[in-house]
């Protein structure tokens, strides 16, 4: 005769809560032996326990209850481990990440006085681009980033234009105040071709800039805006406009995040001597 359990008394031999147990009955995750149709009481087989185990280490791992069911229900072995080392490895991800912002503030509070931010002035003349331009919010703006310039290097590829300069993207004010703006990634062409997809043919406009550069991760350039903003602000010639960013070495050319290159170009006018 197959023992059942109360609710109750399967929560204590799972660790799992009475509130959790009932939202995987639901979802279908971790479905009673049997639900008493009169009272609605739900009783488990101890068959059962070693699946509920599983299921709280899934969850202390953070792994999200549909890729949980995913692993449950895999017909073979081979598909439930991939699944299980696909999150493993998007764990690790944002382990590195953690350990990267970790590195970054320590010296961000260990810092001492930097010296003043290298800045050039420079007039950026209009330049016709292949270009994505999408409201994007600012959590999704990595993933966005990568699919809109993979797609715009292939339709480059095989459009027939020739580059005319490193990669750049535009960001308006309402990007960074409202957490949602129109972003537009670019890469500069001469000559035209065949274009798919989302890609455009436009004119990034011209434009008076004061420019850094910041060499490192993207997850630091943060700190060039905050630079190149507070020497803007300082002399009081910021004008209206999107930043503009150049990727002059990115992932395109190299993974070590560290040789990485992006000149931050922030809008200006020069209508007086600016000194530097």
């Not at 292939?154 to 990669?167: M, Q, T, Y």
């Not at 903003?229 to 010639?237: D, H, L, Q």
């Amino acid at each position: 005769m197959t023992t059942k359990l109360s609710i109750g008394d399967f929560s204590k031999m799972t660790y799992l809560s009475v509130k959790a147990l009932r939202r995987y009955h639901d979802m279908g995750l971790l479905v009673p032996a049997l639900v008493d149709r009169f009272t609605g009481y739900r009783y488990y087989e101890t068959a059962q326990v070693p699946t509920g185990q599983v299921i709280r280490r899934f969850r202390d791992l953070g792994m999200p209850l549909e890729q949980v069911k995913e692993v449950l229900e895999a017909p073979a072995v081979a598909s439930r481990n991939e699944l299980i080392a696909a999150h493993l490895r998007h764990m690790e991800e944002a382990l590195e990440q953690t350990q990267r912002t970790v590195a970054s503030l320590r010296a961000l509070l260990e810092q001492s006085p930097k010296s003043a931010v290298s800045v050039e002035y420079r007039a950026e003349e209009a330049t016709p681009a292949l270009a994505i331009s999408e409201p994007v919010p600012m959590s999704d703006i990595e993933g966005w980033w990568e699919g809109a310039f993979e797609e715009l290097h292939h339709v480059l590829r095989s459009s027939g234009a020739e580059r005319a300069g490193p990669d750049g993207a535009l960001y308006p004010s309402e990007f960074f105040e409202n957490e949602l703006g129109t972003v537009v990634a670019f890469v500069p062409v001469r000559g035209e071709g065949s274009i798919a997809g989302r890609a455009k043919l436009i004119e990034v406009p011209a434009v008076e800039v004061a420019v850094t550069v910041h060499q490192g991760a993207f997850s630091e350039l943060d700190q060039a805006y905050g630079a190149l903003g507070t020497f803007v602000a300082e002399r009081e010639i910021g004008v209206d406009g999107p930043i503009r960013e150049h990727y002059v070495v990115s992932f395109e050319h190299t993974d070590d995040q560290s040789q990485h290159r992006t000149e931050v170009c922030w809008p200006v006018f020069r209508t007086r001597p600016c000194a530097t």
